[in-house]
């Protein structure tokens, strides 16, 4: 069953320690050499991580950001606990 969404979403152990899925894409993100910039708002709503990466001196930066969908799960809990899945 999906853990409780009012604390970070985890998905794998590190160390001993639970990694968020936000710590995970922010190292990802940094181990390819990517700039990492957290929790943004453009007008959209927030989004947790986001990776600017540079393809080409010739070529604009291609940004990719990343939302943890937490009313998803909390709605998926649910239907998980009513066997609906």
Request: proline residues 5%; contains cysteine; hydrophobic residues 45%.
């Amino acid at each position: 069953m999906l853990q409780d969404m009012s604390a970070e979403p985890v998905i794998e152990e590190k160390h001993g320690k639970a990694a968020s899925i936000i710590d995970i894409l922010t190292e990802i993100g940094r181990q390819k050499g990517f700039e990492v910039k957290a929790s943004k708002d453009y007008g959209v709503g927030p989004i947790e991580i986001f990776w600017r990466i540079a393809i080409r001196p010739a070529l604009r930066d291609l940004t990719c950001g990343f939302v943890v969908m937490k009313p998803l799960a909390q709605t998926l809990n649910k239907a998980l606990t009513k066997g609906g899945v």
